[in-house]
């Protein structure tokens, strides 16, 4: 009863910056977690950063000092900026929404979105 919505992504040259968003839409009365996961060609999907209700932050080692997540309840939408950008942050970016519940009929579901590509130009 929930599904996200996500937007952002596209070409940058190193160095530059990206915002993407990633919208749950539904009935929403909660989100335990919310982050933001990468597949780079080849790769394992790696977790990028994640965000919890408190709000408490935690960041992929490679990401650290560059990107920064942050959510708004309100429009339960949550953020990655992504700053000084390299090429190997070329990837298809996931949202993922961690215990979800709506007002009726979910509870504490996972979802997943479907990221957008983030291309990064050397």
């Known amino acids: 009863q929930a599904q996200l919505v996500e937007s952002g992504g596209g070409l940058v040259q190193a160095g530059g910056s990206l915002r993407l968003s990633c919208a749950a839409s539904g009935t929403i009365v909660s989100i335990n977690v919310m982050g933001w996961y990468r597949q780079t060609p080849g790769k394992q999907r790696e977790m990028v950063a994640k965000i919890s209700s408190a709000p408490l932050t935690a960041y992929g080692d490679s990401v650290k000092g560059r990107f920064t997540i942050s959510r708004d309840d309100a429009k339960n939408t949550v953020y990655l900026q992504m700053n000084s950008l390299k090429p190997e942050d070329t990837a298809v970016y996931y949202c993922?929404?961690?215990?979800?519940?709506?007002?009726?009929?979910?509870?504490?579901?996972?979802?997943w979105g479907q990221g957008p590509q983030v291309t990064v130009s050397s």
């Open positions: 993922k929404a961690e215990g979800l519940t709506t007002r009726v009929g979910t509870r504490g579901a996972d979802y």
